[in-house]
């Protein structure tokens, strides 16, 4: 632990900090300045997270050795934090519980009777790491194995609006399109936007592309082979069409240049399971009640069985945007809003018939959206209550997606509650189910290849798709209310270890530390060295002193009027959705 001169040190650059702040003009101060990033960095505080999934590290998590050759590495390296993901996607666990049914295999292969987090607090706390727990929070089943809690308890899964879209030739013949982002589908044709782009194929015959003006007049149909090294685009505001395979054949049979073309959209609300336009993970519903209790008394048992000193939320939020349309919400929505819905879910949202289109907003939509965030908030005060109340010297943490102005899609506001929300698609009240309050330390997946705003510039891309940008927009919607970490993805950065060493440094200036997703890349890559050349040293995690945070909370308020506008919002680009982060 560090000495009480250390403390004094510290709290006097707070009250310098304060100060500058307090003599800044009103428009500065509306900035809401991130002086704990700032504080954090100058004395040498830094949290450095390793996560280590559960199903990806099987092979040396499921032994004593494999555990301890691990943390070895991690603490060498620099690591302050080990993140053991102990419930994972299936809701299956990886320690011993008498609660959750054991992850006993893995692609088709047995997996050890053994405690993965008995093991790692053991070895961790040896080698002087924090050893932290992560559930997969609402994720209570695998879609591609069909397991978990979910497909015993169907009725606990949320219920989702299931979108189809499909291309109609002008001869009436239709085929199923989806777009790039969407779940993968085998043989069905992909949509690509106006920021669409096509790389050119080896193999005459294999895929086929159409163009489409905005109008829905096909105005080429090409055959990606004779593309050569030049990719191929959409026309301006319109989309491009890839079809392979048997799609190749229909495409080849009712598509020609000149042909008007359209899209149309088949829903219907199913148990998640049964919807194909979600993801791998069976989401249970937040709002059901035996869900919601048996969700919080895994939280419960883990906080009280093991002396972890983190319990790490993820996937603590709604599949997508098209969740979560049961009864229950339902009856709990109109509870909550004071009247009736007439027309459910349309009065909330409808799918766009186009694959990668926004949805169209119904009359309900901002109120869902605020109802959804404050259901999720509720529940991480209540889970945090408990894990406060079994082992209070326990930290509650959560790791998020940093792609905070569309973060709404799965019900979560993970800002400050004193951070104005002013986007067009919130309440005037949204910013009030900020959640960050409730934790001690953030985690925010900035799951972009390129590491700073610089670098994106001279590549002529997006800044907004960078780690900087990313981890500057998570500190300042937190508004110096927690110690927030930027998450790279190592797999971002597959044979570039140079970027991945800088996006790291960046990570470690824009925010107040670096989460590393996933150790399993960092033994693929062979990046041991990487790590120990960018981070060296091995400092203390800011989330380590709960008093000097809770003193930045307070310095934030003395500078910043509650509701006053971020100004600098408006110089920081958009950061984009990524697949992946919590």
């Known amino acids: 632990m560090m000495t009480s001169e250390w403390f004094r040190v510290w709290r006097r650059r707070l009250l310098f900090l304060t100060a500058c702040c307090l003599t800044q003009t009103s428009s500065a101060a509306d900035r809401a300045p991130s002086f704990a990033r700032t504080l954090f960095y100058y004395t040498g505080l830094q949290g450095r997270v390793l996560w280590i999934d559960a199903t990806a590290n099987l092979a040396r998590t499921t032994t004593r050795e494999g555990v301890a050759e691990m943390v070895n590495r991690a603490r060498t390296a620099g690591f302050t934090t080990l993140v053991v993901d102990v419930k994972p996607v299936s809701g299956q666990v990886v320690y011993r519980s008498t609660i959750a049914e054991r992850l006993r295999s893995w692609q088709g292969r047995p997996v050890p009777d053994f405690d993965v987090l008995q093991a790692f607090i053991e070895e961790g706390h040896k080698a002087g790491l924090e050893v932290a727990a992560s559930l997969n929070v609402f994720s209570e089943g695998h879609k591609y194995y069909r397991v978990g809690k979910a497909y015993a308890k169907r009725d606990w899964q949320a219920t989702v609006l299931t979108v189809r879209r499909f291309l109609r030739a002008s001869d009436g013949s239709d085929t199923p399109v989806r777009a790039d982002d969407d779940p993968e589908e085998a043989g069905v044709p992909i949509v690509y936007g106006p920021d669409g782009i096509i790389s050119g194929a080896t193999t005459v015959g294999k895929n086929l592309i159409a163009t489409i003006e905005h109008t829905g007049v096909v105005s080429a149909i090409v055959d990606t082979a004779l593309l050569g090294d030049e990719p191929l685009g959409p ?213 972009y290849g390129i590491p700073t705003r610089a670098g994106a510039r001279a590549l002529g891309l997006n800044e907004g798709a960078t780690v900087e940008t990313a981890a500057a927009l998570s500190t300042r919607v937190t508004a110096n209310a927690v110690p927030v970490y930027a998450g790279l993805y190592a797999l971002n950065y597959e044979q570039r270890p140079d970027d991945f060493a800088q996006a790291v440094d960046t990570a470690i200036r824009r925010s107040a530390g670096v989460m590393i997703f996933d150790v399993s890349h960092v033994y693929t890559y062979g990046w041991w060295p990487v790590l120990e050349k960018a981070l060296q040293g091995r400092p203390y995690a800011p989330h380590a002193y709960l008093d000097l945070v809770s003193q930045l909370r307070t310095a934030h308020d003395a500078v910043t009027a509650p509701g006053a506008v971020d100004v600098i919002d408006r110089t920081l680009p958009v950061v984009p959705y990524q697949s992946g982060g919590g």
Request: net charge neutral; hydrophobic share 40%; proline share 8%.
């Open 235 to 447: 026309p301006e505001t319109g989309h491009m069409v890839s079809f392979s395979s048997e799609r190749r054949t229909w495409a080849v049979a009712h598509l020609r240049p000149g042909d008007k073309l359209g899209f149309r959209v088949s829903t219907q609300l199913l148990p998640i399971a049964d919807a194909p336009s979600e993801r791998i993970a069976a989401f249970v519903n937040p709002l059901h009640p035996e869900a919601r209790s048996y969700t919080l008394s895994l939280i419960r048992e883990v906080a009280a069985k093991y002396p972890v000193d983190a319990i790490v939320m993820d996937r603590m939020r709604y599949p997508s945007i098209f969740a979560d349309f049961s009864p229950i919400s339902r009856a709990a929505f109109e509870r909550w809003l004071g009247r009736s819905v007439a027309r459910w879910p349309q009065d909330i949202l409808e799918a766009n018939p186009v694959p990668g289109e926004p949805v169209i907003r119904g009359p309900l939509f901002k109120p869902w959206l605020e109802f959804r965030a404050r259901v999720i908030k509720e529940y991480l005060a209540e889970a945090a209550a408990i894990v406060r109340g079994v082992r209070p010297e326990t930290r509650i943490a959560a790791y998020v997606g940093s792609w905070f102005a569309s973060y709404y899609g799965v019900g979560v506001n993970w800002a400050s509650e004193r951070y104005p929300v002013l986007f067009t698609w919130a309440t005037p009240s949204y910013g009030d189910t900020g959640y960050v309050e409730h934790l001690d330390w953030l985690t925010t997946g900035c799951y």
